[in-house]
């Protein structure tokens, strides 16, 4: 590729698109989240800047949850009686103050908006593929056919670290197959822990080869190194070129660590950008890796210390939805994280506290994959994709309802039957809580119709909310403090604010469900489970779904606040930003 060919995307058409795109949004989570105040003028709305000298004119539709349905078309900037071009750089310097943007923070931020800017155009090259066709498209398709990401946060790509020809070659939506480059760690830094079930070497065998394998050991022994001394290690070829051969150097000098090559299976980077789905094997493994690149508020990095746990969470999650018959109705099943390896820096881990990102630059594990699950007809597709909207209008979602045939509140009662009632339960019944946004769901389909859920990212993000919960000693990390009153903004904000509210504001732009049909329809879902629970009578009172409002957690505030580390990971509940209400949606019902 020529130099000039690396930023073919970045046309002045393109770029007026995405700014436009990015400006929209902007304006629409920052009122949301009660950053800006829009007043109303004449048929539309006015936001000024900082100074009040700079005006952006807009039209909206106001919907439920404080949802602001702006439209970018009609959007403008005026100052002292000119109209000028939308950029969304200028928007942030305007609006710095009222964004709360430090000194400090700001320019970081903008070159996160930069990068969120050139992935919007490079996804504008990409041929348009009608929501429809999707439907009918492969798990991977929909997978790199995403053209948002994170629906509240507006520099969702950052990616700070990323030059462009790695974007070109790693980011989900580019779809370029990767080859992951394996390391070869001395056992006396390394540790590998795995599921009940799961032995070191023939693990390997089978996610490698044998071909592969004897290729990687002769590599050794060709240094005089025994094979039986090292680990195997996968690992983010960015990682390798940009961190481990300098950081590490000392490592890699002293043979701690061996570099081994490419394996010979090729990879689709995810939505979550370090996890990889294995395009050579569909039923073998994904491979999450370590990453440390900043997206979206974090280091995107791995904790070798967090990974020797893993496994045994997820078996302990496996084994508690095997037994539970509702969980178990509503056909939820969770992929585990089967094996995880970590390698421990011990001089970095001297020089930094827990929670550095210099104890997170080399760790890996391995989940399973939802493919070998499927029955006949079955396909899949990330959660993410309802929310998903093509270049003409058309939802996924919506393009999901009319392939079922079935009426729109039905198609969702069996959405959120397979979705939601799952998350109620195991809040209601364990204290027990996902981080279940859509690149954490996995929507098993038939006919458009969704079949089951199935929950992904265990060890790293579910939570027990219960102080006396008792746990096996290593799933006892799992547990956290929260106050009473923030339990169960685990569901209002994750599912009702981050995603339904997304969701219910395209079915009613489209025509095809009303915003009031749509959360009578989550009310009624609601209402059955409790029903079905009616031993758990107590908690429904004490942690009320129909409650008349619950607090507003803003997520924008956060990365506005700390784009690097967003919350403190040993107090999750203490960093959330709450401002104000808002009115519950299904209260009415």
């Known amino acids: 590729m020529s130099l ?8 002045p058409e393109r770029w007026d698109t995405a700014n436009r795109l990015l400006v929209r949004k902007a304006l629409a989570e920052f009122a949301h989240e009660r950053l800006i105040t829009p007043e109303p003028e004449g048929d539309g709305y006015v936001v000024r800047s900082d100074d009040g000298l700079t005006a952006y004119r807009f039209a909206a539709t106001l919907r439920g949850l404080d949802h602001w349905a702006v439209d970018a078309g009609s959007i403008t900037r005026h100052r002292a ?22 000194d400090e923070i700001l320019p970081v931020y903008l070159e996160e908006i930069s990068s969120t800017l050139s992935g919007t155009c490079y996804k504008l090259t ?63 830094r390394a540790a590998f822990t795995a599921g009940v079930g799961i032995e070191y070497e023939s693990f390997l065998r089978e996610e490698l080869g044998e071909r592969t394998l004897n290729r990687f050991r002769a590599t050794l022994t060709d240094q005089g190194l025994d094979p039986a001394d090292y680990l195997l290690i996968p690992v983010h070829p960015w990682q390798w070129w940009n961190k481990l051969s300098v950081t590490f150097a000392a490592e890699v000098a002293r043979r701690h660590l061996v570099c081994l090559g490419e394996g010979d299976d090729e990879y689709l980077a995810q939505q979550s950008i370090r996890t990889f789905f294995n ?23 791995l904790s070798a210390a967090y990974m020797e746990a893993t496994p045994a969470i997820n078996d302990w999650l496996a084994q508690l939805v095997e037994n539970d018959s509702v969980l178990k109705s509503t056909g939820l099943s969770i992929i585990r994280e089967r094996a995880a ?58 393009a999901l309802i009319e392939r079922s045939g079935l009426a729109p509140a039905e198609w969702l009662r069996q959405y959120l039957r397979a979705y939601f009632t799952p998350l109620l ?38 939570a027990v909310m219960d102080p006396d919960a008792i ?73 009320d779904m129909f409650a008349p409002e619950f607090a507003l957690s803003c997520l924008n505030r956060l990365q506005l606040r700390n784009n690097r580390q967003m919350v403190d990971l040993a107090d999750p509940s203490g960093a959330l930003q709450l401002v104000g209400t808002l009115k519950n949606p299904i209260a009415g019902f």
């Not at 950029?87 to 430090?102: N, Y």
């Not at 210099?358 to 029955?375: C, I, N």
């Not at 946004?437 to 993000?461: P, S």
Request: glycine fraction near 6%; include cysteine.
């Open 4 to 11: 000039a060919d690396a930023v073919a995307h970045l046309s």
């Open 341 to 398: 390896v970590g390698y421990r820096h011990l001089e970095y881990e001297q020089a930094t506290d827990r929670y550095s990102p210099y104890r997170k630059m080399l760790a890996a594990l391995w989940r399973e994959s939802p493919v070998p699950s499927l029955r006949e007809g079955e396909s899949l597709a990330t959660m993410a994709s309802l929310l998903h909207v093509d270049h003409e209008g058309a939802s996924f979602a919506g």
């Open 279 to 301: 395009a050579s094997d569909p039923h073998k493994h994904y491979v999450k890796t370590a990453l440390s690149v900043i997206n979206m508020g974090f280091m995107r990095g």
């Open 425 to 462: 339960h195991s809040f209601y019944a364990y204290d027990l809580v996902f981080m279940p946004h859509g690149e954490n769901v996995i929507l098993v389909l038939k006919d458009g119709v969704v079949q089951r859920a199935i929950y992904k990212d265990i060890a790293e993000e579910i």
């Open 471 to 543: 746990l096996p000693p290593e799933v006892r990390r799992i547990r956290v403090e929260v106050p009473e009153d923030k339990k169960l903004l685990s569901i209002f904000t994750d599912v009702f604010d981050c995603f339904f509210r997304f969701l219910a504001a395209n079915l009613a732009a489209e025509g095809i469900l009303e915003e009031d049909g749509f959360w009578r329809t989550v009310a009624e879902v609601t209402r059955a489970y409790q029903e079905s629970a009616p031993e758990l009578a107590d908690r429904f009172a004490q942690y």
């Open 126 to 188: 990409k041929p348009k593929v009608t929501s429809a066709e999707l439907t009918r498209s492969g798990f991977q398709a929909i997978e790199t056919g995403m053209t948002e990401g994170h629906p509240c946060f507006v520099a969702n790509n950052g990616r700070l670290g990323f030059g462009i020809h790695e974007y070109l070659s790693y980011a989900p939506e580019t779809a370029s197959p990767v080859r992951l480059v394996w390391l070869a760690a001395h056992r006396s």
């Open 81 to 102: 009686g000119t109209e000028l071009p939308l950029a969304a750089l200028d928007f942030f310097i305007e609006l710095r103050q009222a964004l709360g943007l430090s």
